[in-house]
């Protein structure tokens, strides 16, 4: 009986997470996160069913219809080539949030693995990534991107690998801060005395501990990416004519801003609503994930 409670004692044992219910629930309660995520579905349903959404071809010139306002024929009017504005802001969804969830994606992934492998091992690996870290901390991250993109050439992979080289130093430095909470705790002390492997209490009993804050950090990542892709795109570098692209069209409408205003009102009120919703949705989930703001939400 006595084995019995020892072994249970020092059993290795994870914080309990917070349940998927118990956070909808919360989200829900909120009305900014509400509207957040609305327009998180819309923004992605229209990069999804662009084809069936969209009135016409992106590329399909209407020479007839050059520079024109709203019409019947052409809801947001059309560009600079006659083509249907309103059909290259939808189908310029696909890049923005192609961009936005594949820069995501791979700098949790990077900066995930290098942030456990800092925080849980210390010594000249830790000191090796976090001078890494402030090496690409200390410039602008725009400019950090441009520079980059520049220098890979244009096109939606390189703006990617360019987001992504800058995007991982945040999610690093995060992951290594909750590694340093948790590495002295009772459950990782007691796997590496039952003999677990490094790399096994690294992901399996260290790991969970940062799935919350890096939900929180995946949001507003995303709001953060589809950003510098926009900002690089209005600056030429990123996906190239005649790929619809809010960047693009944003700059391209910047020439005609005082007859055509449209050209331009259309993807930066698109790209402003994306990147306010992702901030929101980011904000929601943090009062979410962490009991000592879950009350909170109700108050706003």
């Given at each position: ?35 957040a ?6 923004l ?5 069913f ?5 009135p ?13 306002g ?17 059909s290259?802001?939808?189908y ?44 690409i901390?200390i410039?602008?991250?725009?400019i950090?991107?441009?520079?980059l993109?520049a220098?890979?050439?244009p096109?939606?992979?390189?703006i ?6 800058f ?48 939900i ?11 950003g510098?892709?926009?900002g690089?795109a ?8 005649p ?10 409408g910047?020439t005609?801003l ?6 331009s ?8 609503s ?8 980011g ?18």
């Amino acid at each position: 009986m006595t084995e019995k409670i020892k072994s249970q004692e020092f059993e290795p044992r994870r914080k309990s997470a917070v349940g998927f219910k118990a956070v909808m629930r919360s989200l829900f309660r909120q009305k900014l996160s509400v509207i957040a995520m609305t327009i998180i579905v819309l923004l992605f349903s229209l990069a999804a069913f662009a084809p069936l959404i969209a009135p016409y071809p992106p590329d399909e010139p209407d020479f007839y219809y050059v520079l024109k306002g709203p019409s019947a024929k052409h809801w947001l009017g059309t560009d600079d080539l006659g083509r249907d504005l309103l059909s290259r802001v939808i189908y310029g969804a696909r890049i923005s949030m192609t961009v936005g969830m594949a820069c995501t994606i791979f700098s949790l992934m990077l900066g995930t693995f290098l942030g456990l492998l800092a925080g849980f091992r210390g010594g000249l690996t830790d000191q090796f990534i976090m001078r890494l870290v402030d090496m690409i901390m200390i410039f602008p991250g725009l400019i950090f991107v441009l520079v980059l993109a520049a220098a890979l050439g244009p096109g939606m992979i390189n703006i990617i690998i360019a987001i992504t080289l800058f995007g991982w130093v945040g999610v690093a430095r995060l992951v290594r801060g909750q590694v340093f909470a948790v590495r002295e705790t009772p459950y990782v002390e007691a796997a590496q005395a039952m003999g677990a492997s490094h790399w096994r209490v690294m992901f399996k009993h260290v790991f969970p501990n940062c799935t919350a804050p890096l939900i929180v950090m995946a949001a507003l990542g995303l709001g953060g990416a589809v950003g510098m892709e926009t900002g690089a795109a209005f600056l030429g570098i990123g996906v190239q004519p005649p790929t619809p692209s809010w960047g693009r069209e944003l700059r391209t409408g910047f020439t005609y801003l005082s007859t055509m205003p449209l050209f331009s009102i259309a993807p930066g009120v698109l790209i402003t609503s994306a990147i306010l919703a992702f901030v929101l949705l980011g904000d929601g989930l943090r009062d979410a994930l962490d009991p000592r703001l879950r009350g909170m939400g109700r108050r706003r």
